[in-house]
């Protein structure tokens, strides 16, 4: 239960941070250009990007599997998105957020040595991707 308080204080902390570095002109500017999006292209847009975040996550969750772990897509999905979370929102280029991804996943029950291993595998193939 502690690890569940201490993953939603840094969600919580990231959260606030972002609201007090936020510009009220970019607010503006974004609502002008979402309120010209119609209904049917917002649910594409919404449904594309979770079939995005789905694949993407996929990778990983193979891995997962393969290292005789039994977590649920669902879970893993929710983890990983959990640390790209922290990472977009703390200072730095491309990392942060993979100490809470290792703790939600063995919130899930998966080992120490197993969750590291999976979160630095699908981070290298991040880097790898991106970079070519």
């Known amino acids: 239960m502690t690890r569940m ?4 204080s840094i969600i919580f902390l990231c959260v606030a941070l972002s609201l007090y570095h936020l510009d009220s002109s970019l607010v ?37 599997r393969g290292l ?23 200072p730095g280029p491309q990392f942060g957020g993979e100490p ?11 080992e120490t040595a197993r969750a590291i291993s999976v979160t630095v595998f699908d981070k290298l193939l991040d880097l790898i991707l991106n970079s070519v």
């Not at 308080?5 to 939603?8: E, T």
């Not at 039994?70 to 929710?78: A, D, P, T």
């Open 5 to 8: 308080w201490l993953v939603g």
């Open 28 to 64: 503006l500017t974004a609502w002008a250009t979402l309120s010209s999006v119609s209904a049917t292209n917002a649910l594409i847009l919404v449904l594309l990007n979770a079939l995005i975040v789905i694949v993407l996550a996929l990778r990983g969750f193979v891995v997962l």
């Open 68 to 90: 005789g772990s039994r977590v649920k897509l669902i879970r893993w999905v929710q983890a990983r998105q959990l640390g790209f979370l922290i990472s977009v929102t703390t």
């Open 100 to 110: 809470a991804q290792v703790l939600a996943l063995e919130q899930c029950g998966v």
